[in-house]
């Protein structure tokens, strides 16, 4: 038996999760920036539900819309692989950026995941084909092949990194969506990863204006999501968002949340 001493995991703590995860945050956006400028043409966002990723990405991609920057479009929701084949070419032109959130499913199906890898081809033309009869396609009159010059953002709660170390089946195909895009790991995978980025958000001026909240309010919110954490049904931002609501709904909040948000 070796006698060589394995060096013990020490796990961060929550002042260096904090730093981490505004870092990355920091790095989305200005990916996201890069993304409205034309430089990066597709990206890969990946963490937890419920961290905010879908409102910072919706909230930059508006604003660049506004400023006539690019046309912007959000789907949310399943998809089929047809489905994923008409929006591509409906936002086939080089200013068009598509945001594709909470669609997990096209990443388990291969014909989804074989029109992705097209249109995410790191070459100077990205040629996307539709290779069976289609009436559906033909009714719209959308052709195949089509040149896709758009960009496409996707949001995903899959951690593909870990999925792409499974080695199985599907791994190849998560290699080759990771090669040809920017890859977003926000590193937020866990309960405590979770509660300190609500604590972040909670905290901005941004937050407390939109729900018109005091700083002592948003405090002791987080003072009594931490107190209970073992007990949510849940715990994301749409979790301290119900408990702001119930905040402004009765001056005894506490008592009200721990009817209505906790296990019984």
Known sequence: MSKDKVEAHVPE?????DVRIKKTFTA????????????????????????G???LLEKELGEGQTGNKIKFNSIKGTMSPIGLYQSLYDSQAKSNVILIDD????FEDLESL?????????????????????????????????EFEGSVMFVTNINFVAEIAKGNKMSPHYTALVDRA?????????????????????????????????LVEAK????????????LRTISIRTILQLASLVKTDGHWQEL????????
């Not at 002791?220 to 007990?231: E, G, V």
């Open 28 to 51: 989305l956006t200005k990916v996201t920036h890069g993304v409205i400028a034309g430089h990066l043409r597709s990206v890969i966002v990946s963490g937890a539900a419920g961290c």
């Open 220 to 231: 002791a919110m987080l003072a009594w999501l931490n107190t209970h954490q073992k007990s």
């Open 182 to 214: 920017i890859y977003v790991d926000l590193g937020i995978h866990n309960k405590r990863e979770v509660l300190v980025r609500i604590a972040q958000v909670v905290t901005t001026q941004e937050f407390l204006q939109e729900n018109n909240l005091t």
């Open 257 to 264: 949340a721990e009817v209505v948000m906790l296990k019984r």
């Open 103 to 106: 669609c997990d499913e096209i």
């Open 13 to 17: 703590t929550m002042a260096e999760i």
């Open 114 to 146: 074989n029109i992705l890898k097209a249109s995410l081809d790191t070459g100077d033309t990205r040629m996307v084909h539709w290779n069976k009869e289609s009436n559906i396609l033909a009714q719209a009159g959308i052709q195949s092949p089509f």
């Open 53 to 55: 990723k879908t409102y």
